[in-house]
């Protein structure tokens, strides 16, 4: 169970990201009050993970989900630049991910 919690606060951290962008710098009244609810929802579900994982990996985990779920909105939605070294990069992310749950005993 801590392992889905964590997968769907990292996926809420993406969610939060991605609607940062349309707040405008707060000046947009849905796009913010969106954005701060998915961030609560993202920390609740973190809150939730860490009752029993640990707390680096977690942090670890929840952060690479936000960072490669943000990469690839940004890249989809924004149509931000895709080259060969930045998916390199984010191959690496997302092997640090798996590497952190292969090893972590929970």
């Known amino acids: 169970m ?8 990292g996926l809420f951290e993406v969610g939060w ?9 707060f000046t947009r009244l849905w796009p913010t009050l969106g954005t701060i609810a998915a961030m609560i929802v993202s920390l609740g ?3 939730m993970a860490l009752r029993t994982l640990p707390l680096g990996t977690a942090y670890a ?9 943000t990469v690839l ?6 149509h931000e630049s895709v080259d060969m070294l930045r998916i390199i990069c984010i191959g690496l992310i997302i092997a640090g991910i798996v590497g952190l749950k292969l090893v972590t005993p929970h």
């Open 73 to 78: 909105s940004g890249i989809v939605f924004f």
């Open 61 to 69: 985990i929840w952060t690479g989900i936000g960072i490669v779920g």
């Open 45 to 47: 579900f973190l809150g």
């Open 2 to 9: 801590a392992w889905f919690a964590l997968i769907v606060a």
């Open 17 to 25: 990201a991605v609607s940062l962008k349309f707040t405008e710098g």
